[in-house]
């Protein structure tokens, strides 16, 4: 079992985010900064990361900004709209001890399709979900606040992905506080523009 300052057991999905959306999802590269910078997070926590792609063969792969970033994370591709296929509800099991319950960091596209319906199983399989609301988006930037409102209302916790770093960390003592401050750092441009585009 994981155990890190507020959050136990944080894992990170990120919803099909492919380079056939580019153009088409409001905010669109705004998502893909925040995805990169939570990937470092997870890098730097050694946090169990997952990501989708929507049928590849028809809609290609991932944005290559995140491919350096997935080399330890599980890739997966689906049909189904939730993230939570039958593959990835067993890798997620296997994941921790005894099946212990998840605290899983969301972001991605649609929010109001599959990054939706990947909250709601979540939750319904018994998991803590954290919407990073300045790291999910949709085709119409209207459906955006509706969908957050849903999955805030169904028991997520809608945050940001600065306060989940925090909230992760939960204590400046760990070894690891000087490279995540160097990443808030770093990301503090891309992070501004994602929270004024998204939110």
């Known amino acids: ?8 057991n944080p894992v990170l999905f990120v919803c099909d985010l492919q380079e056939k959306f580019r153009t088409a999802i409001y905010g ?3 998502c893909v ?11 730097i926590l050694q946090i169990p990361t997952y990501a989708t792609t929507q049928l590849a ?3 290609g792969p991932l944005v290559p900004e995140l491919h350096p970033l ?10 189904l709209f939730s ?10 099991d296997e994941d921790g001890d005894d099946g212990e319950k998840k605290s899983v960091a969301l972001v991605g596209i649609e929010s109001h399709i599959c990054v939706l319906q990947t909250c709601l199983d979540l939750l319904a399989a018994g998991h803590e979900v954290y919407v990073v609301a300045d790291g999910v988006s949709s085709c119409n930037r209207q459906e955006v606040p ?12 809608v945050t940001t992905s600065e306060s989940w770093m925090y909230e992760v960390m939960g204590d400046a003592k760990i070894s690891e506080f000087r490279q995540m401050v160097g990443l808030v ?11 004024q585009s998204l939110l």
Request: zero cysteines.
């Open 1 to 8: 079992m994981v155990l890190r300052g507020r959050i136990n």
């Open 28 to 30: 669109f590269d705004k």
């Open 33 to 43: 900064l925040t995805a990169q910078k939570l990937l470092k997070v997870g890098q």
């Open 57 to 59: 063969s028809k809609l």
């Open 70 to 79: 997935l080399v330890n994370a599980k890739v997966l591709d689906k049909s």
């Open 83 to 92: 993230m939570m296929t039958p593959e990835l509800r067993a890798r997620l």
């Open 146 to 157: 509706v969908a957050l409102e849903r999955m805030r209302r169904e028991g997520a916790v």
């Open 185 to 195: 750092r770093e990301s503090k441009e891309s992070t501004t523009l994602a929270l």
